[in-house]
């Protein structure tokens, strides 16, 4: 199949654009398009053959159901029975945003889009080519990240094409997306309900309307249904062996340089991912042995702002990833608030390798 890749207007996309990629879903097509989380690989949600289409072009298990993306609260009917108090509250705050709900699903969304699950995830973007996209459409559009199973979500249209080049029919283009992690995900089927995801939206965020609500804390095995995400092992793995360290800065820092003195004896090519502070503190160590080649540092934001370090996060490891390197080291930013969901993606990516390094004794 030949990817058409049409270049859209993020603020005001082309009518005619919007209607062809409308037009090629509704005909049961595979389209990309941006949301201000990450790309979506679209297709029409209630034809079965449409969305096994999705699991065939990313390679992605049967068992990991998908989102189904509405253009607004009025469609939920259309996908879901009822909607709990909770989540009323939560989508009237924060739909269109980068915010899933999770409700019992109607007979009419097929058990493919579901995994089999009783249960539906849904989600309204902000992003105006999503929704000019889900109103012209005017049918649900069900859509995992664009990716490769297992590959970091993509937040370029490049990355959609370095993975599903030839997969798709076609790729709407708007640049860059403007939060870089998928949205967060409430599960009202749940009694308290479960937050399975954290994104763009806060714990915080989500508790303050919904206090009873409640952290997952158990992992699945790999061959149920996947209730929440990245539950199999390596789901947003690099190439490379990812380490993350958690901790003071400080002593974070000094453990990595150890780390690289170790590594590089060793012969391995390392490479760092941290923010440009944490770069800048390791400049002067460093600096001998990126002359060797062995050392390559790629920044994600700054402590000073997360939202950065979010949008930039899945680009820095695929660029870190190019480089060939055989392991990553990578500098955590705690686990409140925004960070919290760029610790959870790197501690999916790491796979269990987490380093707690301890501050100085006082
Ligand atoms: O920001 C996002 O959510 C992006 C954009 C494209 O909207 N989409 C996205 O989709 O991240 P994906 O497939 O990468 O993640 C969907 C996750 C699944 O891994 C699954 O575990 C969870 O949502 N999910 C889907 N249906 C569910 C359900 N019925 N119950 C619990 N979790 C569900
Ligand atoms: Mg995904």
């Given at each position: ?5 049409i270049?859209?207007d993020?603020?005001?996309p ?5 209607e062809?990629a ?6 049961g097509k595979?389209v990309?398009f ?6 979506g690989l ?8 449409a969305?096994?289409k999705i ?5 992605r298990?049967?068992?990991d ?15 879901a029975v ?6 009323r ?11 899933t709900?999770?409700?019992?699903k109607?007979?009419?969304v097929?058990?493919l889009?579901t995994?089999?699950l ?12 999503a929704r ?7 049918v ?8 490769r ?13 370095d993975?599903?080049?030839g997969r ?9 997306t ?13 009694d308290?309900?479960l ?7 806060t ?5 303050s309307?919904?206090p ?5 804390m158990?992992k699945?095995?790999?061959d ?9 092992s390596?789901?947003y ?5 990812l380490t993350?360290?958690?901790g003071?800065?400080e002593a974070?820092r ?5 780390d690289?003195?170790?590594?590089t ?15 800048s503190?390791?400049a ?5 042995r990126?002359?060797s080649?062995r ?7 700054s402590?000073?702002?997360l ?6 996060l ?8 190019a480089?060939g ?10 686990a409140?608030g925004l960070?919290r969901a760029?610790?959870?993606r ?7 390798r ?5 501050g100085e004794?006082?």
């Open positions: 199949m030949k990817t058409r890749v270049q859209v993020r603020e005001k082309d009518a005619a654009a919007i062809e409308a037009a090629a879903l509704r005909e595979l990309v941006p949301t201000e989380t990450v790309y679209g297709a029409h949600a209630l034809d079965p053959i969305v096994q699991f065939d072009a990313k390679e298990p049967a068992n159901p998908l989102i189904v993306h509405i253009a607004h609260i009025g469609q939920v009917n259309q996908c009822g909607m709990p108090a909770g989540a509250k939560l989508a009237l705050s924060f739909w269109a945003g980068p915010l709900i999770v409700l019992q109607k007979p009419e097929p058990d889009v995994a089999g009783p249960s539906v995830a849904l989600r309204v973007p902000s992003h105006r080519v000019a996209l889900m109103e012209m459409a005017g649900p559009i069900a859509a995992p990240s664009a990716n199973f297992s590959r970091p979500s993509p937040t370029t249209a490049a990355h959609v094409i993975d599903l080049d798709v029919d076609l790729i709407l283009d708007a640049g860059p403007d939060i870089g992690l998928e949205s967060t995900i409430v599960d009202f089927t749940q308290p309900p937050l399975r995801r954290p994104g763009g939206i714990f915080e965020q989500v508790h309307l919904v009873e609500v409640v952290v997952q158990e699945g095995g790999a149920e249904p996947q209730a929440a995400p990245g539950q199999m390596r789901h793995a690099p190439k490379a062996e993350l360290y958690e003071p800065a974070v000094r453990r990595i340089a150890a690289v003195r170790t590594a004896a060793a012969g391995d090519r390392v490479g760092i991912l941290a923010p440009e502070e944490d770069l503190a390791l002067p160590e460093l600096a001998a990126a002359s080649g050392v390559e540092t790629v920044p994600y934001g402590r000073s702002d939202e950065r370090s979010a949008r930039e899945y680009a820095s490891i695929r660029a870190l990833d480089t390197v055989a392991r990553i080291f990578a500098v955590g930013v705690g409140e960070a760029i610790h959870d790197l501690s999916r990516a790491a796979d269990g987490i380093k707690a390094v301890a004794k006082p």
